[in-house]
């Protein structure tokens, strides 16, 4: 009986240390998936509505699209920095902008590989890359692979989406 016993004992630690296991590898998979959508800074829908108007509100928080020529940016040919209309994340900068033609402001590079993020957009029965802003996530175009030299992309973005800071230089020219 008492053999019995400490077999029962030794398949209960064995038990409680699989489910030990289990609970550790769950707890490495969320944390995975957390960091794939975790921006620098997070607000919900309501704070969101308190700092943006409603239009601004339903691009970048909703990623709607303004129509194209009504933008107060895309034919803007003044030398200055694009700043996110959200968080002021630095984004595009006037050296990289170009006339594309579609009524949308348009630029070959961002200032920084980190001031931007992408991601695939399977809405509307397309395959296109999204834009977002790399601090806030918030929504601000498209980029497509027809721009013009040195990089051949075309990031396609919403004017209400950004801020412009007239003569502000290029913060990536510091940068080598
Ligand atoms: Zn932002």
């Given at each position: 009986m008492k053999y019995f016993k400490s077999i029962s004992l030794v398949?209960?630690?064995i038990l409680l240390f699989i489910h030990g296991c289990l609970l550790n590898?769950?707890?490495e998979e969320r944390k995975l998936e957390n960091k794939k959508t975790e921006f620098e800074i997070t607000k919900t829908d309501e704070?969101?509505?308190?700092i943006l108007t409603p239009e601004q509100?339903?691009?970048?928080?909703?990623?709607?699209?303004?129509?194209?020529?009504?933008?107060?940016?895309?034919?803007?040919?003044?030398?200055?920095?694009y700043v996110c209309a959200g968080c002021g994340n630095e984004l595009f900068h006037s050296d990289a902008k170009f006339d594309s033609g579609t009524?949308?402001?348009?630029f070959w590079m961002p200032v920084s590989?980190?001031?931007?993020?992408?991601?695939?957009?399977?809405s509307y029965s397309m395959i296109r890359v999204e834009v977002l802003c790399g601090k806030c996530g918030g929504h601000l175009g498209?980029?497509?692979?027809?721009?013009?030299?040195?990089?051949?992309?075309?990031?396609?973005?919403?004017?209400?989406?950004l801020n412009f800071?007239?003569?502000k230089e290029n913060p990536s020219k510091d940068t080598p």
């Open positions: 398949y209960f630690f590898s769950n707890k704070e969101w509505k308190k509100f339903h691009v970048l928080r909703k990623k709607g699209t303004e129509p194209a020529f009504t933008g107060k940016y895309y034919n803007n040919k003044k030398k200055g920095l009524g949308w402001p348009s590989e980190n001031s931007v993020k992408t991601q695939s957009d399977y498209h980029v497509f692979e027809d721009g013009p030299q040195p990089t051949g992309l075309r990031y396609c973005i919403n004017s209400i989406a800071e007239e003569g």
